[in-house]
Nanobody, 115 residues
Framework: QVQLVESGGGLVQAGGSLRLSCTAS????????MGWYRQAPGKQRELVAS???????TYTDSVKGRFIISRDNAKNTVYLQMNSLKPEDTAVYYC?????????WGQGTQVTVSS
């Protein structure tokens, strides 16, 4: 059984940084695109950033230049380095992975940015 386990969320002041990690465990074959989504209270879940297995990245406009997504294929892990955080970045952040044609989600980690 595949599981995605996230870590690294927390409370930070505006302008600060956090680094999220997500590791896939279990029977992992063909780990393809991995990504981070977020959902703020009362809003729909949105894509923050994604990265393909070879390393091609995509970012939503609001985080370009501030967030960096990366992955370590040997560790089945994806990272999200979040810099210059803003209060509007406050949300639950979810990891998503495409593994052998199926989609898996992590349990979510809370990121709170105070002004």
């Amino acid at each position: 059984q595949v599981q995605l386990v996230e870590s690294g969320g927390g409370l930070v002041q505006a302008g600060g940084s956090l680094r999220l990690s997500c590791t896939a465990s279990g029977k992992i074959f063909n780990l393809n695109t991995m990504g981070w989504y977020r959902q703020a209270p009362g809003k729909q879940r949105e894509l923050v950033a994604s990265i393909t297995s070879p390393g091609r990245t995509t970012y939503t406009d609001s985080v370009k230049g501030r967030f960096i997504i990366s992955r370590d294929n040997a560790k089945n892990t994806v990272y999200l380095q979040m810099n210059s955080l803003k209060p509007e970045d406050t949300a639950v952040y979810y990891c998503k992975a495409s593994i052998s044609g199926m989609i898996y989600w992590g349990q979510g980690t809370q990121v709170t940015v105070s002004s």
